[in-house]
């Protein structure tokens, strides 16, 4: 459903695009304005497919017909922005959060206006934090040092959103609670043990 109506969205968006290359001024020599908005057109199919090097390629092409035209300008922008999302998100997928990070914070820079690049900042350094939490649990020594530190791992999960990844965490902190359940009695033997004698 999404997807379709992405397709309509930018359908409109192109039929948009073509009526605003109708209104500029005339192209220039050797080019047609049929030509001028095939390339409109090819422009914003690169974006379906995601391909946003072409597309920011594309608008530039169609910019320069139509130096003034702001909207082909946000359209750079935003297509140069999701180059940078693009790495980002590929070295969230290989794991390495800080080059991520460094990442977004540049493109926060280069394009303030654009919102969901502070939403995806905010989303990295969440998992950097709950990657931080989780090697804390695994170099516990002890099951109060676990289970303080699962506590934590449980609260960064919840700013995570991720029901699979919540569940998970409700599976680790049953089995905790099993094994120090399990070690109750010889702890209340070793206390009393321990006590001094009246």
């Known amino acids: 459903m999404m997807k379709s109506n992405m397709s309509i969205f ?80 590929t070295a969230m997928d290989a794991g390495r959060l800080a080059e991520a990070e460094e990442i977004l914070q540049e493109a926060r820079r280069r394009y303030p206006l654009q919102p969901f690049v502070a939403e995806e900042l905010k989303k990295v350094r969440q998992f950097r934090h709950f990657q931080a939490a989780v090697k804390t649990y695994c170099a516990a020594k002890n099951l109060a040092d676990r289970e303080r530190a699962l506590k934590v791992v449980s609260r960064q999960a919840e700013s995570l959103r991720d029901p699979a990844l919540n569940a998970q965490i409700s599976r680790l902190q049953k089995d905790l609670a099993k094994e120090i359940a399990a070690e109750l009695p010889a702890r209340q033997k070793a206390g009393k043990n321990a006590a001094p004698k009246p």
């Open 10 to 89: 930018l359908m409109f968006s192109a039929a948009f695009a073509v009526l605003l290359c109708g209104c500029g001024p005339s192209a220039p020599e050797g080019v047609s304005p049929a030509e001028r908005n095939a390339l409109v057109i090819r422009m914003f199919r690169s974006m379906e497919k995601g391909d946003s090097v072409s597309a920011a390629a594309q608008a530039a092409k169609v910019r320069a017909y139509d130096s003034g035209n702001a909207y082909f300008g946000w359209i750079i922008e935003v297509q140069e922005c999701n180059q940078l999302m693009v790495k980002a998100q």
